[in-house]
C-alpha cells in the first residue's frame, strides 16, 4: 500500500488531533511535524516521528503529499494557507464564516498557480455542520436553517482571546439557548437573531499588570467573535483554568425545518456531541488530507470546499467495498 504522507503544520491540540488521526488510518502516514518553536523542545508521541523548523518546510517538498496546516483562523491561516499551497497539497480548519470567500479566493489562486489542491474550512463547523444545512436545504427547499453550537470550548475564540494584549490564557464556552432549540424542535420557526440563539462565556487570565477593564472592551467588542452576542468575561488565575477548564468539549446541532409539497412538515436535525473538539476535527481534517490526494492524481487543482469533495474520497475503501458494506 502506497500510503499518503501527512505534514502536520503546528503542534498545539489540532496538530497533536492530526497526529493521533493518522495512527488510525493504516493508508496514511506522518511524514514529520514543522513548528515554529524550537524543534528540540517539541515533544511527539510518534516513535520515530521527526519535528522539524518551519523554516525547514520548504526542503520537504519531495516528502509530504498533504499538508494540514493547525494553526488559528485570526492570523495563521490567512497567511499559511495560500502561502503553502504554491508549494504542497494542503488542508485547514478556517472557521471565521464571513471571511471565507476571502479565503477561498486567496487560496484558489495560489493553488491554480501551481498546481495544487487546497480544501479549506474543513472541520465540524464550517465542515459536517456545512454539508447538514446543503442537504437540509436541498431537501426541504421551503423551510428554515438553524444552527446551534455547545455548551463547548470553542478553540477558534480561546485562541483569539488569547492574542488579545495582556492576556495569558483563556477558554470560551458558546452556550445555546434552551429555550430557543425546543422552539425550533416545535415546528415554531422562530425569527432568531444571532444574540437570541447562543451566550458566550469567556474565562480570562490576565497578565500581571495588565487593565483588565480593557481586555474586557476588546473581548466584547470584537468583530465576528463576540460583538454580536450577549458576552460574559470573568477573570479567573491560572490554577482555576488549569482545574476547571482543562477539558475542551463541544458539540450542537443542525436543525432544518420546512415542508413537502403536499404541505406536510418535516424537521430535519443533525447532532454532534464530543468529548474533545480538536481531535473531532483532526479527524475530519485526515480525511479530507485523503480526499486531497486523490483530487491531485486526477489532475486536478484550486480551492476546494467540503461541497465539492466526493464522500467516497473520503474513505480507504474502494467503491465496490462502499457499496456493499455502507449502501
Known amino acids: 500500500m502506497n500510503k499518503t504522507r501527512i505534514g502536520i503544520i503546528g503542534y498545539g491540540n489540532l496538530g497533536k488531533g492530526v497526529e493521533a488521526a493518522i495512527k488510525q488510518n493504516p493508508d496514511l502516514e506522518m511524514a514529520g511535524v514543522f513548528t515554529r518553536r524550537d524543534p528540540a523542545t517539541v515533544k511527539i508521541q510518534t516513535e520515530g516521528g521527526k519535528v522539524y523548523a518551519m523554516s525547514e518546510l520548504a526542503l520537504h517538498q519531495d516528502d509530504i503529499d498533504v499538508c494540514i496546516i493547525c494553526g488559528g483562523s485570526a492570523k495563521d491561516l490567512p497567511q499559511q494557507t495560500p502561502e503553502l499551497a504554491k508549494m504542497f497539497h494542503v488542508v485547514d480548519s478556517f472557521d471565521t464564516h464571513a471571511k471565507i470567500p476571502e479565503h477561498f479566493a ?184 485523503r480526499a486531497a490526494k486523490r483530487l491531485a492524481d486526477e489532475g486536478i487543482s484550486g480551492c476546494k470546499t467540503i461541497f465539492d469533495i466526493p464522500p467516497a474520497y473520503l474513505s480507504p475503501q474502494t467503491g465496490e467495498e462502499l457499496r456493499a458494506q455502507l449502501l
Not at 477558534?156 to 425546543?182: C, L, N
Not at 474586557?216 to 467588542?221: G, K, Y
Open 106 to 289: 486567496n487560496v484558489n489562486a495560489s493553488a491554480k498557480e501551481t498546481g495544487h489542491v487546497g480544501i479549506i474550512a474543513i472541520g465540524w463547523d464550517p465542515g459536517m455542520f456545512s454539508l447538514n444545512r446543503l442537504y437540509g436545504h436541498v431537501i426541504l427547499p421551503e423551510g428554515h436553517d438553524y444552527t446551534f453550537w455547545g455548551r463547548g470550548v470553542s478553540q477558534g475564540h480561546s485562541d483569539a482571546i488569547r492574542r488579545i494584549p495582556g492576556v495569558q490564557d483563556a477558554r470560551q464556552y458558546t452556550v445555546p439557548i434552551e429555550a430557543a432549540v425546543e422552539s425550533v424542535r416545535n415546528g415554531e420557526n422562530p425569527e432568531l437573531t444571532t444574540r437570541q440563539k447562543h451566550l458566550r462565556e469567556c474565562y480570562v487570565v490576565a497578565k500581571e499588570g495588565a487593565d483588565l477593564k480593557q481586555i474586557e472592551h476588546d473581548i466584547v467588542t470584537m468583530p465576528y467573535y463576540f460583538a454580536d452576542y450577549d458576552t460574559t468575561v470573568t477573570f479567573i488565575t491560572q490554577e482555576e483554568l488549569d482545574k476547571n477548564h482543562q477539558g475542551i468539549p463541544h458539540g450542537g446541532f443542525v436543525l432544518r425545518s420546512g415542508v413537502t409539497g403536499q404541505g406536510h412538515q418535516h424537521i430535519i436535525e443533525y447532532r454532534l456531541k464530543l468529548d474533545s473538539n480538536p481531535e473531532f476535527t483532526s479527524s475530519v481534517l485526515v480525511a479530507y488530507a
